[in-house]
């Protein structure tokens, strides 16, 4: 009896886009494999690197277009992301969050969950990963 085994070794690719902040530490704004895209949790830091933190709908607003810019440059769409994560410090906004993230996915959102922390890098109130596949 003859076994084979086969490795196959998927193609990671680094996304970055000057649209979008970039990384506060030692990670990447996304990676992309032959049919994924990763990306990391963003905050409301603008690409120019202020933060927006007037409110949580505005907060919530600059996180959503970080993603979208991120999503786009690894070749995506949004209606293509299939899981996301969001991090709030107040789950008391929970609703204001849900207004303005389902403007972002306005048909068979993604599978999620929301969880409280107790805090986020640079005083956020927001933070969302998502994964996106072909």
């Not at 927001?126 to 996106?132: D, G, N, P, R, T």
Request: charged letters at 25%; aromatic letters at 8%.
């Amino acid at each position: 009896m003859m076994l084979f085994a086969f490795a196959i070794k998927s193609k990671r690719v680094v996304v970055f886009t000057d649209k979008a902040p970039k990384p506060i530490g030692p990670y990447s704004q996304a990676i992309k494999t032959e049919e994924s895209l990763f990306v990391s949790g963003q905050i409301a830091i603008k690409s120019d690197g202020n933060m927006d933190t007037l409110n949580i709908e505005s907060e919530c607003r600059q996180v959503m277009e970080n993603i979208k810019a991120i999503v786009e440059a690894g070749g995506y769409k949004m209606n293509q992301v299939v899981k996301t994560t969001i991090y709030t410090t107040d789950l008391k906004k929970f609703n204001q969050i849900n207004e303005v993230y389902k403007t972002y996915f306005t048909a068979d959102p993604p599978a999620r969950e929301t969880v409280q922390v107790s805090a986020l890098p640079k005083g956020a109130h927001l933070e969302i990963s998502v994964m996106v596949q072909e």
